[in-house]
């Protein structure tokens, strides 16, 4: 499965942006994870075919909305409400099989990856 992304863009704090990503076929698991200059990767959220399980960063929760239109094989990040510290090049990834939600937020849980999409909050 291949992924693009897209929707980055340079906002001041307290902005919102809406991150997309469509996959080339149908996958199980949709997430996003992002990487801060100097720093590790990290989870940001993901969720399963149906929603059935969704989970969040603590750092993102209440701010970020993950979703996903089916019909085009496309995953949604609303991120509201950004902080500078959101700053980060934000990758999707995808698992085309179900997996038990403890392991939604693990990178090597993913079987492809996006080319991320850099996000830039001043403020």
């Known amino acids: 499965v291949q992924l693009q992304a897209s929707g980055g863009g340079l906002v001041q704090a307290g902005a919102s942006l809406r991150l997309s990503c469509i996959a080339s076929?149908?996958?199980?698991?949709m997430g996003w994870f992002r990487q801060a200059p100097g720093k590790d990767r990290e989870f940001v959220a993901a969720?399963?075919?149906?929603?059935?399980?969704?989970r969040y960063a603590d750092s993102v929760k209440g701010r970020f909305t993950i979703s996903r239109d089916y019909a085009k094989n496309t995953v949604y990040l609303q991120m509201n409400s950004l902080k500078p510290e959101d700053t980060a090049i934000y990758y999707c990834?995808?698992?085309?099989?179900?997996?038990?939600?403890?392991?939604?937020?693990?990178?090597?849980?993913?079987?492809?990856w996006g080319q991320g999409t850099k996000v830039t909050v001043s403020s």
């Open positions: 076929g149908r996958t199980d698991i």
């Open positions: 990834a995808t698992r085309t099989r179900r997996i038990i939600v403890q392991y939604l937020g693990v990178a090597d849980s993913y079987d492809s």
């Open positions: 969720n399963s075919w149906g929603g059935g399980n969704t």
